[in-house]
């Protein structure tokens, strides 16, 4: 019996030079903690599907809903 093909990632490393990427310390600077808990949000969004999102119409409310 074959194993059942696996859509997207259960993990996926982060670098540990994240925090300290000139883009996420703007990021910070301007939306506090809550841009880059989106960021990482969005990051586990895709590599969930496997490497992309499909944006929907739903994507925006997901995120608004979960940060306000």
Do not use: Q, W
Request: with cysteine; charged share 25%; hydrophobic share 40%.
């Amino acid at each position: 019996m074959a194993r059942p093909i696996k859509i997207g990632l259960d993990y996926f490393p982060l670098d540990v030079d994240y925090f300290n990427d000139t883009k996420f310390i703007e990021l910070n600077y301007y939306h506090g903690l809550k841009g880059e808990s989106i960021i990482i949000r969005l990051l586990c969004m895709i590599y969930k599907e496997g490497y992309f999102l499909e944006y929907k119409d739903k994507t925006p409310l997901i995120l608004a809903a979960t940060f306000g």
